[in-house]
């Protein structure tokens, strides 16, 4: 058999290592020089993964369960496609475990529906939730359900929630004292309308509010819940460039006005949690156009906020954060990295050097 030349042999292989570097640059794209290392506060930063057999991915979930930590969020070709399933990674002290699909859109050999935002959740050990959503849009797409009872190795099969529901939209539940979980919902079928959802028997049975907004004046989605004392605040994503907020002194039973915050909002999700020092600490795009920066702020009485470390400031879309703390103290941020990767950010709440807002 006659043997090629090297000459020809680099100029056959060559192309061929081209457009692989090219089609990895385009599916997860090289991260840039790192301007926000360094900052009080900030533990460590990481992907969840670098390789997976899907292109896009969006809407992290991150959760604290006895063997560690898990991620979920929805991969696919593209939002919105019908090949888009929920995705689960495993942290269990020695490094991610690679992607694995958990759930998706097949209703049958020819119908199939796209998934979207995940939410975990552990109310207590033995018993994860993973909420989701499926359908065509965010405008038609339902509330389903599944529960892990091995730290999300495995998963039992999907229910969906009954009709009007659809469970925590994209961020964490709150668990309040007597057991009921109370889930931060909205619709988008009748403009931006904000509603909480609550279940006193994790997913048995549920009820809820009604519209807290009329989802034209004020069009707000994906609350987070937060809590100061005996009262709990709602912050939301809204069409109106700012964040908007809500107050209930009755565990979320009513809510007062739905009004605006002095926080700048580009119509992008964030997400909130309630520190053990009292604190809240918010992930958020401080900005009403565009996808980056994404800063972490912090507040004592979520009215007054100040900025506490910048986790992006480079051009590209770091967006949908969701934020944990863990009964070590750590807080843990995962977040969408430019559509490509799921990052996952490290940070010690009593490091935090703190800059108010004005």
Request: hydrophobic share 35%.
């Amino acid at each position: 058999m006659r043997q090629l030349r090297p000459v020809n042999l680099f100029f056959q292989v060559f192309p061929l290592l081209l457009v692989c570097i090219g089609m990895n640059t385009l599916s997860f794209g090289n991260p840039p020089e790192d301007t926000t290392a360094d900052q009080p506060g900030l533990v460590k930063q990481e992907f969840v993964y670098t390789d997976a057999s899907f292109p896009s991915c969006h809407a992290s979930t991150i959760v604290e369960t006895p063997k560690g930590l898990v991620c979920a969020f929805f991969g696919g070709t593209h939002e919105k496609n019908p090949d888009v399933e929920i995705w689960v990674c495993r942290n269990e002290g020695d490094g991610w475990t690679a992607p694995v699909s958990v759930a998706d859109g097949v209703e049958s050999a020819s119908k199939r529906y796209p998934c979207w935002n995940p939410v975990l959740f552990q109310p207590k050990p033995g018993t994860l939730l993973l909420f989701y959503k499926v359908g065509p849009n965010p405008s038609a797409w339902w509330g389903m359900l599944k529960v892990s009872h091995d730290n999300g190795k495995t998963w039992g099969p999907a229910k969906r929630l009954p009709d009007g529901f659809v469970g925590p939209v994209k961020n964490k539940p709150y668990l309040l004292s007597d057991g009921t979980l109370l889930c931060p919902a909205s619709t988008e079928h009748n403009g931006w309308q904000l509603q909480m959802e609550w279940t006193p028997d994790l997913g048995k049975t549920w009820h809820r509010t009604g519209p807290l907004n009329d989802g034209y004046k004020i069009a707000a989605i994906q609350p987070s819940v937060l809590k100061y004392g005996d009262k709990l605040q709602i912050l939301c994503r809204s069409k109106q460039g700012k964040l908007v907020e809500a107050w209930s002194d009755d565990n979320g039973r009513s809510w007062g006005e739905v009004t605006m915050t002095t926080l700048p909002n580009p119509n992008s999700g964030t997400d909130a949690v309630t520190l053990k020092d009292g604190r809240a600490l918010l992930v958020y795009n401080p900005t009403q156009k565009g996808r980056s920066p994404l800063h972490v702020a912090v507040s004592e009485d979520g009215k007054h906020w100040s900025t506490a470390l910048v986790l992006e400031d480079q051009k590209g879309e770091y967006s949908y954060p969701a934020v944990i703390q863990t009964d070590d103290g750590k807080v843990h941020i995962t977040y969408t990295w430019k559509r490509d990767l799921v990052k996952h950010v490290v940070l010690d709440p009593s490091q935090l050097k703190l800059k108010a807002i004005d």
